[in-house]
């Protein structure tokens, strides 16, 4: 059973950083896409980054674009999320997730929360 554990969340004032972290247990296959996602009360959960586990390269959501960061670990089976200059509306519960595709996941952390103050 494929486990994602998401740590690095809290609260910060807008043009703020934080970065969170992803530990997929066990080594992903070459195949696997791993992702984030967020969520806010209310709404669905929306794509934020992905990113190829093989070739390590990254898509980005034009709202994110330009400040957050995916990046990979090997040694650690970990991915980050690098987030700059934070704005309000970056406000949400932040999501790992892990699948094949861009922009999708089959399989979810617990997720954390981010908070993002004006």
């Known amino acids: 059973q494929v486990q994602l554990q998401e740590s690095g969340g809290g609260s910060v004032q807008a043009g703020g950083s934080l970065t969170l972290s992803c530990v997929h247990s066990?080594?992903?296959?070459?195949?696997?896409?791993m992702g984030w996602f967020r969520q806010t009360p209310g709404n669905g959960r929306e794509w934020v980054a992905s990113?190829?586990?093989?070739?390590?390269?990254?898509y980005y959501a034009d709202s994110v674009k330009g400040r957050f960061t995916m990046t990979k670990d090997n040694t650690k089976n970990a991915v980050y999320l690098q987030m700059n200059n934070l704005r309000p509306e970056d406000t949400a519960v932040y999501y790992c997730g892990r699948s094949i595709n861009i922009g999708e996941a089959n399989y979810w952390g617990q997720g954390t929360q981010v908070t993002v103050s004006s």
């Open positions: 066990g080594r992903p296959y070459s195949s696997h896409v």
């Open positions: 990113l190829r586990w093989s070739s390590g390269r990254t």
